[in-house]
Structure formats: structure tokens, C-alpha cells
């Protein structure tokens, strides 16, 4: 059974950076394709970010595009948020792996899901 775990949430204010990790056990995290999603009360959850197995390829979702950063170790990945808006305020949620011919914006594409880490932006 795989675990993910998120940390690195909190509070800081707009204009601040925070980094998230997500550490993995029990399965080959260096097989996998993690993604990062976030959720609002009230709101679908959607997606943040994306890196493949090997971290050659990463995409973003338009929302944080050139402020967030995700990238990967043999033991986690990370997003590094920059220039944080208020808006940016959610729980975040790592998870992997993606499944063969998922699509890697789709939260059905993922396999396991950390608990969340709440990040809160004031203003």
C-alpha cells in the first residue's frame, strides 16, 4: 500500500513563497508521476501541477504558471509557490502515480492521494 504525505503548508502573506513536499512509502516513487491538486470549500478540486516519472517534463495549470515550481527527488517532489495570492489559498494535495494513458490534469488519472496541506494566503 502506497502512502503519500504532504507537508509544508501554513500561513503566509500575499506576495510570500512556501514550499510543499510530498514523501512516498511504500511502492517505487521513482517510478511514478505525481501530480499536485488543490481544493476550495465548496469547489471541485483542480489541478496545479504535474511532473513526469523522470522530471523531464512538467506542466502547470494557467493559474500558477511562472509562480510555482514542481520538481523531484528519489524520495519526494516539491512545489515551490512563489508571489502567492490570496487565491491560492486551498488544501493541497500531492498524488501518484498516474496511470498509464491518464491524463496528467485529471484527478481520476491518479492512483493514491495524500491527506492534504492547507496553505492559506492572507492579504
Known amino acids: 500500500q502506497v502512502q503519500l504525505v504532504e507537508s509544508g503548508g501554513g500561513l503566509v502573506q500575499a506576495g510570500g513563497s512556501l514550499t510543499l513536499s510530498c514523501a512516498a512509502s511504500?511502492?517505487?516513487?521513482?517510478?511514478?508521476?505525481m501530480g499536485w491538486f488543490r481544493q476550495v470549500p465548496g469547489k471541485e478540486r483542480e489541478f496545479v501541477a504535474f511532473?513526469?516519472?523522470?522530471?523531464?517534463s512538467t506542466y502547470y495549470a494557467d493559474a500558477v504558471k511562472g509562480r510555482f515550481t514542481i520538481s523531484r527527488d528519489n524520495a519526494k517532489n516539491y512545489l515551490q509557490m512563489n508571489s502567492l495570492k490570496p487565491e491560492d489559498t486551498a488544501v493541497y494535495y500531492c498524488?501518484?502515480?498516474?496511470?498509464?494513458?491518464?491524463?496528467?490534469?485529471?484527478?481520476?488519472?491518479?492512483?493514491?492521494w495524500g491527506q492534504g496541506t492547507q496553505v492559506t494566503v492572507s492579504s
Open positions: 498524488a501518484g502515480p498516474r496511470r498509464i494513458g491518464g491524463t496528467y490534469y485529471d484527478e481520476g488519472s491518479y492512483v493514491y
Open positions: 511504500g511502492g517505487t516513487f521513482n517510478t511514478y508521476a
Open positions: 511532473i513526469s516519472r523522470t522530471g523531464g
